[in-house]
Each structure stands twice: as structure tokens, then as C-alpha cells.
């Protein structure tokens, strides 16, 4: 069975940075979209960055355009997320996610809202807190 085992999460100073670690066991992501979405308690879901790994290519959400960034390393069948400049309001529950159907665009929206839909897979939440 495949897992996502997510990590990294922390309490950082605004301004300051942390790197989110996913780690895929039991297979690879192969070509995969795969994402990071965060909540926080009360609100809905929001899809911060995704990837697919079939093309490149990426979608972010505008609040964190400049400031966060996703990579790979397929020899470790890791994902990671780069977040600088952090802001009280990144603070949340941070997810990662993979799905074989959808696209970058539909996983870090509709795929995240759509009752109706199961993403395949998703990591555990790890904590980022941000304090001003």
C-alpha cells in the first residue's frame, strides 16, 4: 500500500522560512500530480502548490506566488516545499497529496472541494505555525 509520510513542519518567526518534506513509501509517484494543500480548522481546504510530474508543470495559488516553491527528488521519492517570507497567515495544516487523474490546476482546486471525488493518496498533516 503506498503512503505519504509528511514532515517538516514547525514554528518559524514571520519572515522566516521552512521546508516541508513528503516521502512516498510502498511506490514511487511515477507520474503522479502531487501537492501541498493546507487547512485551517474552520475553513476550507486551499491548494498552495501542485505539480504534475508527467510535464512540469505548476499551479500556485496567488498567496503564495514568489514566496513558496515545489520541488523533487526522485531518487528519494520526495517532494518538497520551499516556504520563505512566511506570514502569520500561512500558518495551517499542511497536507500533500497525490493523484493519478487530475491535473495540477484541478488537484490544488475543484480536486480539493469535490465532495464527489477521492484524491489517491494523502500524507498526514504536519503543523506550520507562523508568529508575527
Known amino acids: 500500500d503506498v503512503q505519504l509520510q509528511a514532515s517538516g513542519g514547525g514554528l518559524v518567526q514571520a519572515g522566516g522560512s521552512l521546508r516541508l518534506s513528503c516521502a512516498a513509501s510502498?511506490?514511487?509517484?511515477?507520474?503522479?500530480?502531487i501537492g501541498w494543500i493546507r487547512q485551517v480548522p474552520g475553513k476550507e481546504r486551499e491548494g498552495v502548490v501542485c505539480?504534475?510530474?508527467?510535464?512540469?508543470?505548476?499551479y500556485y495559488a496567488d498567496s503564495v506566488k514568489g514566496r513558496f516553491a515545489i520541488s523533487t527528488d526522485a531518487a528519494k521519492n520526495t517532494v518538497y516545499l520551499q516556504m520563505n517570507s512566511l506570514k502569520p497567515e500561512d500558518t495551517a495544516v499542511y497536507y500533500c497529496a497525490a493523484d493519478a487523474y487530475l491535473d495540477e490546476n484541478e488537484l490544488c482546486t475543484v480536486g480539493i472541494s469535490d465532495k464527489e471525488y477521492e484524491i489517491d493518496r494523502w500524507g498526514q498533516g504536519t503543523q506550520v505555525t507562523v508568529s508575527s
Open positions: 510502498g511506490s514511487t509517484f511515477g507520474d503522479d500530480t
Open positions: 505539480m504534475s510530474l508527467s510535464d512540469g508543470n505548476t
